[in-house]
């Protein structure tokens, strides 16, 4: 059983910057993909970034050129950092994994994430 857990979350004014950090205990992060997604209450949860076990990458196009979806497998720990907040980025940050060492692709979907974390709370005021 994978176990992963985000930090970095707080608060922050409009224009700054935060970097989330998604950490595997126990087993190796290398043969999963993850994925970063956000949630508002009222609005369903929405992927922001993911990246495959072969490092592909994708981005929500509301992050596109503001968010950077990195990973160092050695440290067992994925990163989202996320530059020039806007309000509308504020939510709970939540990162998945799902075992997928073959799949080249990046895929999108909270549906296609098995093993999640508890989230951590972003909040970009005025």
């Known amino acids: 059983q994978l176990q992963i857990e985000e930090s970095g979350g707080g608060l922050v004014q409009i224009g700054g910057s935060l970097k989330l950090s998604c950490t595997a205990s126990g087993r190796t992060l290398d043969p999963y993909r993850i994925g970063w997604f956000r949630q508002v209450p009222g609005k369903e949860r929405e992927g922001v970034a993911c990246?495959?076990?072969?490092?592909?990458?994708n981005y929500a196009d509301s992050v596109k050129g503001r968010f950077t979806i990195s990973r160092d497998n050695a440290k067992k720990t994925v990163y989202l950092q996320m530059n020039s907040l806007a309000q509308d980025d504020t939510g709970v940050y939540y990162c998945?994994?799902?075992?997928?060492?073959?799949?080249?692709?990046?895929?999108?979907?909270?549906?296609?994430?098995?093993?999640w974390g508890q989230g951590t709370q972003v909040t970009v005021f005025s």
């Open positions: 990246i495959s076990s072969k490092r592909n990458i």
């Open positions: 998945a994994a799902h075992f997928s060492p073959t799949q080249p692709m990046c895929i999108p979907g909270e549906k296609n994430y098995r093993y």
